[in-house]
């Protein structure tokens, strides 16, 4: 005999307001789209933190990991590890500061330059067809908030 409190499965459960109206919702939806989609159109092996972490080097050869660090929102040993993880596939190579030995310096290697070459021509095509429904301004404008948001959401972590 069928429960007949059961709710009906042929509809999909919709989410409540409370989660809709929740900023952090939103930005956790984006970032498992963005995700999905960054794994099909840009890299499926180059993670985003690789990808800013290689950015990065490459925008600023020879300093030392922990600068870098900071430049793409990586803790010190979250950088460390992409940083081992980027230099076992070959794409950085990291040398100790001749001043200090605790210090790696990177720098991207040929195969290193070539990939985020690929990569970063795919990641401006994602980048357009993720805006692709705004105009110039409008895209102006998203980035903008998105970017001050991020910002005011890292102060909010800093204030204890």
Known sequence: MADETAPS???RPR??????????YQVRRLYQ???AVWIRAVDPLLTGPQFAVLQVVDASPGHDQRSLASAVALDTSTMTDVARRLEKRGLIVRRTAAD???RKLLYL???GKHTLDDANRR???LDEQLLEPYGPQQRDDIT???ASLADHWEQLTQDG
């Open 15 to 24: 989410p409540p307001a409370a989660l809709t109206t929740a900023p952090g």
């Open 144 to 146: 903008h908030l998105l």
């Open 100 to 102: 200090d030995g605790r």
């Open 109 to 111: 290697t040929e195969e």
């Open 9 to 11: 499965t042929s509809a």
């Open 123 to 125: 990641a401006r095509l």
């Open 33 to 35: 789209a963005y995700l």
